[in-house]
T-cell receptor
Framework: GQNIDQPTEMTATEGAIVQINCTYQ??????LFWYQQHAGEAPTFLSYNVLDGLEEKGRFSSFLSRSKGYSYLLLKELQMKDSASYLC???????????FGRGTSLIVHP | GAVVSQHPSRVICKSGTSVKIECRSLDFQATTMFWYRQFPKQSLMLMATSNEGSKATYEQGVEKDKFLINHASLTLSTLTVTSAHPEDSSFYIC????????????FGPGTRLLVL
C-alpha cells in the first residue's frame, strides 16, 4: 500500500508565498500529482512530477525528491481565490491510477 | 476540450431507494472511467474503474452489488447506488481518461448525495 502524508490545514496572507509539503512511502514510484479542489467541486489538475527537481508553472511550482519520498507545492503571490484544498496523489506499483492523500486545506486571509 | 459532466449535481433521497448518477465525457471518447467517493475533509477514495463494454473493477471493500456501474458507451458511465442508506451520503466524483493517455484524468464536477 501507500502512505501519503500532508498537513491538514495551513493559513497564509494574501500576496505571500506558501509551501505545502507531501511525504510518501511507496514501492515502484511512478509519478506524483498535485490537484486543487475548491469546496464542493471536483479536483483540477495542477502539476505532475516523475523526475527529481522543480517544475514551474506560473504562480505554482512543484518539487520532487524521489530519494526522500518528498514533494512540495509552492504557491506565490497568493490570492484569495487560492483558498482551497490541495491534494497530493502518488502513482506506483505499475498502476496508472494514483492514490490521493487527505489534502491540505489552505486558507488565504487579507 | 476534455470536459466531463455529471448529473445530477445534487440529490436527496429517502433511505432504501436507488439513485443513478451519470458521468459523461462531452468532447472526447473515454475508454476508462473512474468513480470516487469523498467524505467531508477526507481524501478521494477510488471505488471502481470501468472500461467501455466490460465489467467494472471494484476496489477492495466496495460492494459491487450495492454500487452498480455501467459503462455502455465511450462517453457515458453510470453509477447506481442501490438501497441507499444515510451512511452512503457523500460526494461522488467521476473521472475519465483516454486510451493512450490514461495517466491524465479529467474530473467531473461531482454529485452530492444526501440520504435521509
Amino acid at each position: 500500500g501507500q502512505n501519503i502524508d500532508q498537513p491538514t490545514e495551513m493559513t497564509a496572507t494574501e500576496g505571500a508565498i506558501v509551501q505545502i509539503n507531501c511525504t510518501y512511502q511507496t514501492s515502484g514510484f511512478n509519478g506524483l500529482f498535485w490537484y486543487q479542489q475548491h469546496a464542493g467541486e471536483a479536483p483540477t489538475f495542477l502539476s505532475y512530477n516523475v523526475l527529481d527537481g522543480l517544475e514551474e508553472k506560473g504562480r505554482f511550482s512543484s518539487f520532487l525528491s524521489r530519494s526522500k519520498g518528498y514533494s512540495y507545492l509552492l504557491l506565490k503571490e497568493l490570492q484569495m481565490k487560492d483558498s482551497a484544498s490541495y491534494l497530493c496523489a502518488v502513482r506506483s506499483g505499475g498502476s496508472y491510477i494514483p492514490t490521493f492523500g487527505r489534502g491540505t486545506s489552505l486558507i488565504v486571509h487579507p | 476540450g476534455a470536459v466531463v459532466s455529471q448529473h445530477p449535481s445534487r440529490v436527496i433521497c429517502k433511505s432504501g431507494t436507488s439513485v443513478k448518477i451519470e458521468c459523461r465525457s462531452l468532447d472526447f471518447q473515454a475508454t476508462t472511467m473512474f468513480w470516487y467517493r469523498q467524505f467531508p475533509k477526507q481524501s478521494l477514495m477510488l471505488m471502481a474503474t470501468s472500461n467501455e463494454g466490460s465489467k467494472a473493477t471494484y476496489e477492495q471493500g466496495v460492494e459491487k452489488d450495492k454500487f452498480l456501474i455501467n459503462h455502455a458507451s465511450l462517453t457515458l458511465s453510470t453509477l447506481t447506488v442501490t438501497s441507499a442508506h444515510p451512511e452512503d451520503s457523500s460526494f461522488y466524483i467521476c473521472s475519465a481518461s483516454v486510451e493512450g493517455a490514461v495517466e491524465t484524468q479529467y474530473f467531473g464536477p461531482g454529485t452530492r448525495l444526501l440520504v435521509l
